[in-house]
């Protein structure tokens, strides 16, 4: 309990209390202004636990609901006068659930766990998630890999489950405890996913590595070889197990002479640039985003006004915005009220655990984006595309760009 107690008490006990962060935590209004779902509640919570837990190993407080539903979207960090992350407090409280307390786990979550455990990905489907690939030209012999992380293939499945999840509560709660005795069930997610997502999905994959092709860039996949990375491992709390999973994966790209890893998304980016150097053996891979490797200058101009929601793990969490910076060179662009460092998250990160926070927070940023006028309205992470697919103006960056 030490290490990590130690860690929440340092980010805590900082608080003075002003309750600044609140008015930005999109879980505080999404949840209806529940105290406990909101920032402020959360580094309170983690406060009360330490004097709880100072003289014994155990601690008797309800934590799941509030560290759970927290997006990890750091937007209350931003605004905190004394410099508390209640989103770091947040993934400390998971990581104290399943290490102390594993009956306020989330069978979801659990579950999740056990499949990316056995699959290497978190439905099973890592033969669906290659057949993007069908047709395209793959270097096999290349020492730099294609690496999709299953995030853009998986998104048309969680879309599906989580309207299933919101239509059919009672039927998704019986179910998910069976499946948690009998997970090899899982393997009818194949025939559960929405296929309009699906397509389009397959298609920005497809887009984004002949963008790279034409820039010379020799590339191998992996195929159904390729494992999901364990983004969820970590997000759940589930240190030792995203430990086991992490040095697996680096063992499989050096069996395949892997050098250089091209990431697409920012949840793949950030966990291999900051989580695997620390939990993985010989993780000394070269980690590039995709779009770093683009002849940008090359990109033709795109004769529609544009609005751009920036993710949050983008703005935030790596402090990189290249997007932004191409999108105002080839086109018009009208911001939102939330830009920058002030972005709102797209709710993406609740929409398994808590599908109503989730979709509440997806339509007010999507209306937000509306109201700017532009005729698109672009991002450039799946989990984002996905929640904020609210009408046919939505489009991944990848799918505008063309080369002149
Ligand atoms: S903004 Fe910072 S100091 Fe103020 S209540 Fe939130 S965590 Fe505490
Ligand atoms: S990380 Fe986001 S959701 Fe979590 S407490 Fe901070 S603002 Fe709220």
Redesign the pocket.
């Known amino acids: 309990m030490n290490k990590i107690l130690e860690e929440l008490k340092k980010e805590a006990s900082k608080c003075i209390n002003c309750g600044f ?1 609140d008015s ?5 209004s999404a949840s209806g202004y529940k105290g406990f779902i ?2 402020r509640g ?2 309170n919570l983690a406060n009360s636990l330490i004097k709880e837990i100072k003289n014994s190993s155990n601690f008797s407080l309800n934590i799941s609901e509030a560290y759970y ?9 931003e605004v905190c006068p004394a410099g508390v ?6 993934e400390l409280g998971r990581k104290l659930i399943i290490k102390y307390r594993k009956d306020q786990k989330k069978y979801l979550a659990e579950l999740l766990v056990k499949i990316i455990l056995k699959y290497k990905d978190p439905l099973g489907l890592s033969k669906k998630c290659a057949e993007w690939s069908q047709g395209i030209e793959i270097d096999e012999k290349s020492n730099i890999i294609f690496y999709t992380g299953h995030m853009y293939q998986l998104m048309g499945y969680s879309k599906k489950l989580e309207k299933f999840m919101l239509d059919n509560k009672l039927i998704f709660n019986l179910s998910l405890k069976f499946l948690n005795y009998f997970p090899f069930l899982n393997k009818f997610s194949s025939y559960f996913y929405d296929k309009e997502i699906e397509e389009r999905m397959n298609n920005i994959l497809k887009k984004i590595f002949n963008l790279l092709k034409t820039c010379n860039i020799n590339l191998n996949y992996l195929k159904e070889k390729e494992p999901y990375p364990g983004t969820l491992l970590l997000d759940f709390g589930y240190e030792e197990e995203f430990e086991k999973y992490s040095n697996y994966v680096t063992k499989l790209f050096h069996e395949n002479n892997v050098e250089t890893i091209v990431t697409i998304d920012p949840h793949t980016l950030e966990l291999f640039k900051f989580h695997y150097p620390k939990y993985a053996k010989d993780f000394n891979f070269n980690v590039v985003y995709y779009l770093d490797l683009l002849n940008v200058s090359n990109i033709k101009k795109f004769d529609k006004r544009v609005t751009y929601h920036e993710p ?1 793990h983008f703005v935030r969490r790596l402090n990189y915005n290249l997007h932004l910076k191409i999108l105002k060179e080839i086109t018009e662009v009208i911001m939102p009220l939330h830009k920058g460092r002030n972005t709102l ?1 797209c709710g993406g990160p609740d929409a398994m655990l808590y599908p109503e926070i989730s979709e509440n927070i997806a339509c007010n940023r999507f209306n937000e984006l509306e109201r700017t006028g532009a005729d698109y309205i672009i991002t450039s992470c799946p989990v984002c595309f996905t929640n904020l697919y609210k009408s046919n103006k939505v489009f991944d960056l990848a799918e505008i760009f063309e080369y002149q």
């Open positions: 962060c930005v935590c999109p879980t505080f909101s920032a959360r580094v539903s927290c997006l990890g979207c750091y937007a209350c960090f992350n209640a989103g770091k407090v947040s949050c998250c």
